[in-house]
C-alpha cells in the first residue's frame, strides 16, 4: 500500500497478521562506508570547512653547494574547500485509537467466502516507534541521494533550503565525460584511475572504490574478473561488503550503488570523505521529539542536520555519458 500524508488511524493504516516484510530497498552504501548516520564529524556552524596544501614538485637539481648563502625563502600556501550541513525533518503521527488496537485486522483480501481470518500475531505492537524508525530509513535514503547528485546550495536568506554538495558535483578535476554515449572499456576506467592516482587520490588500497549503479557493475565484473579469469574477492569497508579487483593501481573494490546515475562510474578515495553533523544542544542528532498535543493522537518530528565531507576533489574522478545497457551490434 502506498505511503499517506496524514495521522495514522484505524482506517488508514490498517493491521495485518504475518511476518513482515520490506518492499522498498533501504541500502545507503556511501552513507554506510563512509561513517553512517551516527559516524562522522561534528561542525558548529551550517558552514562546515576544511584546508588543504600542496607541495612544490620535485627537482633532480636543487642541490646546494658547500658554504653557500641560505636561498630566498618560500612558503606553501594553504586553500580552503566547504560545504553546508542540510536539515532533514520529518514527523510522524497515531491516534489513541490506532496505537491501542494492536488486534484489530483488515480482511486478508481472499476470495473465498468462509475465509473471514486467519491465525497470526501483529508483529508491530508500538506503531508509534515503527512509523519513527521507518522515517528515519528514509532519512538515510534522503541522505545518500544528496550525499551523491546533492547541488551546493547556500542561501542567503531563509526562504531556501540548504542543499550539501554531493560527490558527483564535487568532482571537477579528474572527468571523463562522452558527449555521446560510450560503452564502459578498460581503457577508459584505466586512464581515469591513472589520472586520479597521479593528482595524488586512491593512495589507501583498503578505501579506493568505484562506485555505480547495476550495468556499470556488470562492466566492471566483466572487464576485470570474467575476461581476465580473477578470482572474485570481497572485503568489508564500513561494515559494507564490497567485490575487489585487480588494477595496474592496486586492488580496488568495486561498490554496487543504486542511487548512482546509471551513466556514471566513480573513482572515490573513501578515506577522504565523511558525514559531518551540527548536533543540537541538549538534543543531539536525527532526534524524535514530541509536538504539542491538539487533539486524541500523538505527533513526533525526527529532526537532523547532515552535510558532506569530501576532502580532496582531485582525490575522486568520474566518467559520465556511457552506455546504460547493451549496443546494439551496427549493420
Known amino acids: 500500500m502506498p505511503g499517506i500524508a496524514a495521522i495514522a488511524n484505524t482506517f488508514n493504516t490498517p493491521n495485518f497478521v504475518g511476518e513482515l516484510f520490506a518492499l522498498t530497498p533501504a541500502d545507503t552504501p556511501f552513507l554506510s562506508a563512509i561513517g553512517g548516520l551516527t559516524g562522522g564529524k561534528r561542525a558548529t556552524a551550517t558552514l562546515h570547512q576544511w584546508q588543504a596544501y600542496d607541495l612544490r614538485a620535485p627537482e633532480a637539481n636543487r642541490q646546494r653547494v658547500e658554504g653557500a648563502p641560505a636561498p630566498p625563502p618560500e612558503s606553501r600556501v594553504r586553500y580552503n574547500m566547504h560545504n553546508v550541513v542540510e536539515i532533514h525533518q520529518e514527523s510522524v503521527g ?146 559494507v561488503a564490497l567485490t575487489t579487483i585487480e588494477t595496474d593501481f592496486g586492488r580496488l573494490n568495486i561498490a554496487l550503488n543504486r542511487h548512482f546515475p546509471a551513466d556514471v562510474v566513480s573513482v572515490l578515495s573513501l578515506d577522504q570523505c565523511a558525514p559531518v553533523i551540527l548536533e543540537i544542544p541538549g538534543k543531539g542528532f536525527l532526534f524524535s521529539e514530541p509536538l504539542g498535543r491538539s487533539g486524541a493522537s500523538d505527533v513526533a518530528q525526527i529532526y537532523g542536520e547532515i552535510g558532506l565531507e569530501y576532502g580532496n576533489e582531485k582525490a575522486h574522478g568520474k566518467i559520465t555519458g556511457l552506455t546504460t545497457g547493451p549496443v546494439p551490434p551496427t549493420a
Not at 473471514?116 to 508500538?126: D, E, H, L
Not at 555505480?212 to 568489508?236: D, G, H, P, V
Open 94 to 239: 497515531i491516534t489513541y485509537t490506532r496505537q491501542a488496537a494492536t488486534g484489530q485486522f483488515a480482511g486478508t483480501g481472499s476470495a473465498h467466502p468462509h475465509q473471514a481470518a486467519v491465525g497470526g500475531t501483529n508483529p508491530v505492537a508500538a506503531e508509534l516507534d515503527w512509523q519513527t524508525r521507518q522515517a528515519l530509513t528514509q532519512i538515510a535514503r534522503d541522505v545518500e541521494v544528496s550525499f551523491i547528485t546533492g547541488t551546493f546550495q547556500n542561501p542567503a536568506d531563509n526562504t531556501k533550503p540548504r542543499r550539501t554538495r554531493g560527490i558527483l558535483e564535487a568532482t571537477t578535476s579528474n572527468v571523463i565525460t562522452n558527449s555521446t554515449p560510450k560503452p564502459l572499456t578498460e581503457t577508459i576506467v584505466l586512464d581515469l584511475l591513472q589520472t586520479v592516482w597521479t593528482s595524488g587520490g586512491i593512495q589507501n588500497s583498503e578505501t579506493a572504490t568505484l562506485m555505480c549503479n547495476a550495468w556499470q557493475k556488470r562492466m566492471l565484473t566483466t572487464i576485470f574478473i570474467t575476461q581476465k579469469n580473477y578470482r572474485e574477492q570481497s572485503r568489508n569497508v564500513g561494515g
